[in-house]
């Protein structure tokens, strides 16, 4: 079965420095998409980055960036010049064709961003 | 930016009574999900449809719960006799096809509290 597990319940930062969120999953497809989504107080579910498992750059939108390294089964995400609106519980998901593309979320990293 | 839409916000039910969870997924979106998340723990895929059927369920997805999309529109999950743990927060998505590596977009949430 396809698992997603973030071992960081909760993670601090100070206003502009950087974090990082980690992410293993365990899968034996080689075909595969990974996400991370963000979850604020207000509870909506919101699309941060993306990668496919084929490609060997890592994804980067603006702040926010992944290392995504396939042989060990990690995905973490790497937000810089953090902002209060960061702040947020932040999903790893997992989905691959073989698996009938549904979202495998792991259990989310609470980020706290401190002025 | 085309979203989904769930209605309503909140909805309070007594146990046993049915519910109806409405959503409209982005209009040239072709697969449609449901998923939940009990308070403070991770989002779980309950089900998918394509093509007016569906595609996979979880095992969460028993016998009390049912999916439709009775016009071009709506897609709607209905409980049939609620119980105390189906409070949670039901999250409908919708992607544009099957693809993996397209996102699901997901809407704001029917937060569903069972009396």
């Known amino acids: 079965a396809q698992t997603v597990t973030q071992s960081q319940p909760e993670m601090s930062v100070q206003e502009a420095e950087t974090v990082t969120l980690s992410c293993t999953y365990d899968?034996?497809?080689?075909?595969?998409?990974l996400f991370w989504y963000k979850q604020p107080p207000s509870r909506q579910m919101i699309l941060v980055i993306r990668q496919e498992a084929y490609k060997q750059q890592n994804a980067t939108e603006n702040r926010f960036s992944v290392n995504f390294q396939k042989a060990a089964k990690s995905f973490s995400l790497k937000i810089s010049d953090s902002q209060l609106g960061d702040a947020a519980m932040y999903f790893c998901?997992?989905?691959?064709?073989?698996?009938?593309?549904?979202?495998?979320f792991g259990a989310g990293t609470i980020l706290r961003v401190k002025s | 930016e085309p979203e989904v839409t769930q209605t309503p916000s909140h909805q309070v039910t007594q146990m046993g009574q049915e519910v109806i969870l409405r959503c409209v997924p982005i209009?040239?979106?072709?697969?449609f999900y449901w998923y939940r998340q009990i308070l403070g723990q991770k989002v779980e895929f309950l089900v998918s449809f394509y093509n007016n059927e569906i595609s996979e369920k979880s095992e969460i997805f028993d016998d009390q719960f049912s999916v439709e999309r009775p016009d071009g529109s709506n897609f709607t999950l209905k409980i049939r006799s609620t119980k105390l743990e189906d409070s949670a927060m039901y999250f409908c998505a919708s992607s544009p096809d099957k693809l993996s590596n397209q996102p699901q977009h997901f809407g704001d949430g029917t937060r569903l509290s069972i009396l």
């Open positions: 209009s040239n979106h072709l697969y």
């Open positions: 998901a997992y989905r691959a064709p073989e698996y009938g593309n549904k979202l495998v």
């Open positions: 899968t034996s497809e080689s075909d595969y998409y």
